[in-house]
């Protein structure tokens, strides 16, 4: 206890080096990089305050896209990473160990699940992966927080793990999902943006929140409640989700993995635009 807890910032302190080198020899993408090439003038020439308003006027219906996403998976996330100790500890009177290790089990299921699930979501798309998850948290979140209530060891494990699988369900896909909801000119401000607005006001705020509904309510579900109503406005932002798996980015140019792929599109996109050269100026488009 008087000099363990160091351990962890000492094994950061390098990652961060790895992380800065990487940040500054990592070339731009090309998409990004034409467009700066193009527009380098126009694009210096703007304000941060412009481009903000610029992104509100054009970009608001996904910038709530991502927000809704951000909001299902955060609140899921404080609820497991930061409320459920405290909620074991002050409401069920459980010792802090018996917290921790409930908890950890979870983080290390995550760990072990995040990549298939992310590979899942390349395979049958972001939305479905979604949705069945977010459906879940609306029907699963009672049974899983009676499960950590009861007594014993292997009941309150289970509705740990569910919790953990529901988080990792929405961990898995955000990374490639959120990204693609913008274009390259406005990509990294408009996710940032979103994403933060939404860890701010409902990620960061699920413990202070949920811990003082316990508090009012004298009910101590509250946390399932609360699980349940991110879910469905989780449920409700999946309706209007494009889907973004095995499709390019928007503003990039459509990737290939071989040359058979490259000679497939180049023959396509030639086909494309004979067909629209032929067709009416009107019906172009």
Not at 92 to 109: E, N, P, T
Not at 138 to 151: D, M, Q, R, T, W
Not at 171 to 176: L, T
Request: charged fraction near 15%.
């Amino acid at each position: 206890l008087s000099w363990g807890w160091r351990i962890p910032f000492l094994v950061a302190g390098p990652l961060g080096v790895i992380g800065l080198y990487m940040r500054l020899k990592l070339e731009e993408s090309p998409a990004f990089q034409q467009q700066l090439d193009e527009h380098e003038k126009s694009l210096a020439q703007e304000s941060a305050g412009s481009e903000f308003k610029d992104i509100l006027k054009k970009h608001w219906a996904a910038l709530l896209i991502c927000m809704g996403l951000v909001l299902l998976y955060n609140v899921t996330n404080y609820m497991v990473t930061g409320y459920l100790p405290t909620y074991q500890t002050e409401t069920l009177g459980r010792s802090s160990s018996s917290a921790d290790v409930l908890v950890l089990i979870g983080m290390v299921w995550i760990v072990i699940l995040i990549t298939f699930l992310g590979r899942l979501s390349d395979r049958i798309g972001r939305r479905p992966l979604y949705g069945w998850a977010a459906v879940a948290m609306i029907v699963l979140a009672i049974p899983a927080f009676l499960l950590i209530k009861a007594e014993g060891t292997w009941a309150p494990i289970l509705g740990v793990l569910i919790l953990s699988t529901l988080l990792a369900c929405f961990a898995a896909p955000s990374a490639a999902t959120l990204p693609a909801l913008f274009p390259t000119a406005v990509r990294y401000a408009a996710m940032g943006i979103g994403f933060n607005f939404a860890v701010a006001a409902f990620g960061g705020t699920t413990p202070l929140v949920t811990a003082a509904l316990v508090d009012i309510t004298g009910d101590d579900l509250m946390p399932a409640y609360y699980l349940m109503l991110a879910g469905v406005i989780g449920l409700i932002t999946v309706k209007f989700l494009p889907e973004s798996a095995q499709v390019p980015l928007r503003g990039s140019q459509p990737m290939v993995g071989s040359n058979e792929e490259r000679r497939e599109l180049i023959t396509t996109s030639k086909e494309l635009y004979a067909l629209a050269k032929d067709r009416p100026a009107a019906d172009r488009g």
